[in-house]
């Protein structure tokens, strides 16, 4: 995968031992780049960083539910509502303008971010949840019809399973699913077993969010287009941590999540390939997406208006705007390579812990510990976790299929973000230890 807005090399060392790096079996290994950021710095641009809980450090480990969110955006946020806050597209006025201007803007930013041909491509949505849905129901109810086949794999968040069970249950089309091997890989050898002249799409993650799993996305698009599907990536757990590049992918449709980006809650984007959403029907009728209405018959707008119904979440996508500004500011080469280097390192300490059995141990990985703790339910280990200050997610994380292949109920999971360091996951591995102290 291409890295893009890579740092230059490092001004200074974030203390990194090459060992600790290059020991461990199964993690992509870092580039000589390897460009370090002060991440001392970075913490200091997310307040919320510096609190107590439970009187102690907060350790924010579960970013893959949702990241914080830097100054640089709360202020993005702030300085909307108190200086332009004004509905878009419609007004004649000056604030109308504005906010519209900085909307607009946004669009372009997220055009840039993930390498798109066309900001006309970019819409607007409220999460990548929406992001999917509006492709099942206003693509897939076009394109998808009895005897069709919808491909999902065995890794993939329930948003990116239920609206195409929902879409083949309408059409009598059938979904049929890629299995995974016990490291949480997907099985391209099945994939291609799989794909056929009736597979319509193959809806994947880039990255998986129980597992960590990074897929080797522009092959299995490859693949997928040869035998005539369209492709939906869900990005979610990929644009945190990787460089996306949609065209270099050729992927027909990619979504992720605002919030999980250090952007705002509610906000999200779908890109899709400009002949393909225009091809399509609007997902959602009203203000904004109509060129004309009469009784008798009423027209479209073009995409992205087309399916961007109502008045948005303006202050969302401007917040969104600022956050893929923080990013790229910080290179996503730098952040990946960080957050590498965190992984190997609290996979080498988590490994340690007796009982701890990692769960997904892909070749290529993001920043995801996964992970089950002898007999001690995972519950029982974010709640001991929580009181010395460590914030995880234990639970199926929204993948119960991912849960019931590995034969287990849930597992307790570490996310890394971009603001976390080795002394965390310290903090982590200790708790962990103080977990088996207490089930004795
Ligand atoms: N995963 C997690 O803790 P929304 O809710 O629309 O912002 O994102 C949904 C979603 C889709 N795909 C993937 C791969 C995801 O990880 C998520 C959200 C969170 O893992 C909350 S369940």
Request: a positive charge.
């Amino acid at each position: 995968m291409k890295t893009k807005n890579a740092q230059p090399a490092a001004k200074r060392s974030l203390g990194r031992k090459k060992k600790d790096i290059e020991t461990t079996p199964g993690l992509l290994r870092l580039s000589p780049e390897k460009a370090a950021f002060d991440v001392g710095k970075i913490r200091k641009d997310f307040p919320i960083l510096s609190q107590k809980v439970h009187g102690k450090p907060l350790v924010y480990l579960d970013n893959a539910a949702t990241t914080q969110k830097p100054v640089a955006v709360l202020q993005a946020l702030d300085r909307y509502y108190r200086e332009t806050n004004s509905n878009i597209h419609r007004g004649l006025h000056l604030l109308s303008e504005k906010a519209t201007e900085a909307y607009e803007g946004s669009r372009l930013k997220v055009q840039k971010f993930l390498n798109a041909a066309d900001p006309r491509e970019i819409l607007f949505t409220r999460g990548a949840t929406e992001g999917v849905n509006l492709v099942a129901q206003a693509w897939g109810r076009q394109n998808v019809k009895a005897g069709d086949e919808v491909l999902v794999t065995h890794m993939e968040h329930h948003s990116n399973i239920v609206p195409w069970q929902m879409l083949c249950e309408e059409k009598g089309a059938t979904l049929k699913v890629v299995p995974i091997n016990d490291a949480g890989e997907l099985l391209l050898d099945e994939l291609q077993r799989l794909l056929s002249s009736r597979t319509r799409i193959l809806a994947v993650t880039q990255v998986s969010n129980a597992l960590g799993t990074v897929n080797p996305i522009a092959e299995i698009i490859k693949m997928a287009h040869a035998k005539g599907a369209k492709v939906l990536v869900d990005g979610a757990q990929a644009v945190p941590h990787l460089a996306v590049d949609v065209q270099q992918m050729d992927c027909d449709f990619y979504v992720f999540s605002g919030h999980k980006i250090y952007g705002p809650t509610g906000i999200g984007v779908l890109y899709g390939k400009y002949r393909l959403l225009e091809e399509m029907p609007p997902y959602q009728g009203g203000g904004d997406m109509i060129a004309s209405v009469t009784f008798e018959k009423t027209l479209y707008k073009k995409p992205p208006h087309k399916f961007e119904a109502g008045t948005p979440h303006i202050a969302g996508v401007i917040g969104l705007g600022a956050a893929l500004d923080y990013v790229s500011e910080c290179g996503l080469g730098a952040i990946a390579a960080h957050e590498q280097d965190l992984l190997a390192y609290g996979t080498r300490k988590l490994l340690g812990i007796p009982g701890l059995n990692l769960v997904g141990t892909s070749v290529h990985k993001a920043g995801v510990l996964s992970f089950t703790l002898g007999e001690i339910h995972p519950h029982d280990i974010g709640t001991i976790l929580d009181r010395q200050g460590v914030a995880i997610r234990a639970g199926h994380h929204c993948a119960q299929p991912v849960m019931e292949r590995f034969r287990i109920p849930a597992t307790a999971r570490a996310s890394l973000g971009l603001y976390n360091t080795r002394d965390e996951i310290d903090v982590l591995a200790k708790a962990i230890r103080k977990v088996l102290e207490v089930f004795g």
